[in-house]
Nanobody
Framework: QVQLVESGGGSVQAGGSLRLSCAAS????????MAWFRQQPGKEREFVAA???????SYRDSMRGRATISRDDAKNIVSLQMNSLEPEDTAVYYC?????????????WGQGTQVTVSS
């Protein structure tokens, strides 16, 4: 079983950048499909980006071109680099993992990290 801990959240102005990190422990991140989700106040959690075990990546449409998900196997970390941030990106960002690339749900979740983008 893997444990996930996010870091790197904070407050930035619109147009700024943040790099979120998800440190995996207990198992290798490369054993799982990993993803980032976010939850805005009063809204349901939504998908942001994912990286499969084979390294294939995917993004929500509004983040494509502004976000990059990557995995550092040596450090056992999955990162989300976000650029050109907008106030609409303000949310709690969560790291998640699942054993099967094609499973509908993610089994493991971190505690979340707050991202606040001011205009």
């Amino acid at each position: 079983q893997v444990q996930l801990v996010e870091s790197g959240g904070g407050s930035v102005q619109a147009g700024g950048s943040l790099r979120l990190s998800c440190a995996a422990s207990g198992r290798m991140a490369s054993d799982y499909a990993m993803a980032w989700f976010r939850q805005q106040p009063g809204k349901e959690r939504e998908f942001v980006a994912a990286i499969r075990r084979n390294g294939l990546t995917s993004y929500r449409d509004s983040m494509r071109g502004r976000a990059t998900i990557s995995r550092d196997d040596a450090k056992n970390i999955v990162s989300l680099q976000m650029n050109s941030l907008e106030p609409e990106d303000t949310a709690v960002y969560y790291c998640a993992a699942k054993d099967n690339d094609y499973a509908p749900k993610f089994d493991y979740w971190g505690q979340g990290t707050q991202v606040t983008v001011s205009s």
